[in-house]
């Protein structure tokens, strides 16, 4: 009697599994890299490291896309036509505070390349403190961060765009970005903390590549206080009104500005 208590128990265990998408703790998460949390932490050492993999589980399917959770983030997976495996950043299951996204996440045995993080992922999500992104991530989709609480933002990537009012009316204080760059309108628009906004150089950049800032893209970043890239000069495409009412004197060193009309 006992062992068929015991099996009827697994049974439903089992169902349960299967029909709700629980968040585990992922403490066996093996990554490929040996560098501790601390030293991912450090932009200097992180831009050079193998790719740091975590463990996803199942949690469902939409159309033809599968969604898993990963550390309590929700991503779609799919593959594009051109093979690549690629996951997205949908949101969050859990009210995670701060963000940090491995390179890639492993799945049955494959992994998948954290490219995007889709449109309004974390769109008025005040509990929010900080995203830090991998190095294949390549875009931030509109309004994804707008009226959050997110006060840091750190991508590692090669090249990045930030979408139309992605962190529109927020806390940030720092943004670390790479040099090959495309911030689009009002992406930084009413983040009056903001302070500092540094590009990076990865190995291999082409430094001909400009960084592209949209229409009132940091209008009213009242508190900036640099906009900064290190080493090498980069052109910088901006608007007339890209920086409206920010501070005259902010530190712009390493650019030279092409203003588009």
Not at 20 to 34: C, K, L, M, R
Not at 47 to 71: L, M, P, R, W
Not at 100 to 114: A, M, T, Y
Not at 143 to 152: E, P
């Amino acid at each position: 009697m006992k062992k068929n208590v015991k099996a009827i128990i697994a049974a439903i265990s089992a169902s349960i599994m299967c029909a709700v998408p629980v968040a585990a703790s992922f403490a066996s998460t093996a990554a490929t890299t040996s560098l501790t949390a601390q030293a991912l932490s450090d932009w200097e050492i992180w831009e050079n490291t193998e790719d740091v993999v975590y463990d996803a589980q199942h949690a469902g399917f939409t159309n033809d896309q599968s969604k898993v959770i990963c550390y309590s983030l929700v991503y779609v997976i799919s593959v594009e036509p051109d093979g690549r495996h690629v996951a997205k950043l949908e949101g969050r299951y859990n009210p995670v505070a701060d963000l940090e996204l491995p390179d890639k996440l492993r799945i049955d045995g494959s992994e998948w390349e954290i490219t995007e993080i889709l449109d309004e992922a974390c769109y008025r999500q005040s509990s929010v403190r900080s995203l830090k992104g991998g190095k294949y991530l390549e875009k931030i989709g509109d309004r994804a961060f707008a009226y959050s609480g997110i006060n840091k933002l750190e991508i590692n990537s090669k090249k990045i765009e930030i979408g139309f009012d992605a962190f529109y009316d927020g806390y940030l204080r720092t943004v670390k970005l790479p040099g090959d760059a495309i911030i689009k309108d009002r992406a930084f628009m009413w983040n009056n903390y903001l302070r500092t906004v540094d590009f990076f150089c990865n190995d291999g950049d082409n430094y001909n590549t400009p960084v592209y800032v949209g229409h009132n893209a940091l209008k009213n970043c009242t508190s900036l206080e640099a906009f900064r890239t290190p080493r090498q000069r980069r052109m910088l495409f901006l608007y007339r009104d890209s920086f409206n009412n920010c501070p005259n004197n902010y530190n712009s060193s390493g650019f030279f500005y092409s203003y588009n009309d």
